[in-house]
Nanobody, 115 residues
Framework: QVQLVESGGGLVQTGGSLRLSCAAS????????MSWYRQAPGKEREMVARISMTGGGTYYVDSVKGRFTISRDNAKKTVYLQMNSLKPEDTAVYYCNRFPPSDYWGQGTQVTVSS
């Protein structure tokens, strides 16, 4: 079955950086677009970045454009999210999933940015 295991979150100060990783399995990862999503307290889950099957195409929501970089290593079945210049409003639980998302969601990884 689909398995998605996110890691790399933590507590950082404003302006800091984190690199999230997502280990995917249970499906042919290289044949799916993949995305990172986040859910802040009291808010709906939103997609923040998307990457094409080969990694040649990416998309970012305006709020993270220029600060976040999504990448993937299909040989390792892993998707990454490099987050720089973090802001308190980036505080959320971050999840990865296929795009469009499957019904299965991993446990996510908590990112907390202190002001």
């Amino acid at each position: 079955q689909v398995q998605l295991v996110e890691s790399g979150g933590g507590l950082v100060q404003t302006g800091g950086s984190l690199r999230l990783s997502c280990a995917a399995s249970g499906f042919p990862v290289s044949t799916y677009h993949m995305s990172w999503y986040r859910q802040a307290p009291g808010k709906e889950r939103e997609m923040v970045a998307r990457i094409s099957m080969t990694g040649g195409g990416t998309y970012y929501v305006d709020s993270v454009k220029g600060r976040f970089t999504i990448s993937r290593d299909n040989a390792k079945k892993t998707v990454y999210l490099q987050m720089n210049s973090l802001k308190p409003e980036d505080t959320a639980v971050y999840y990865c999933n296929r795009f469009p998302p499957s019904d299965y969601w991993g446990q996510g990884t908590q990112v907390t940015v202190s002001s």
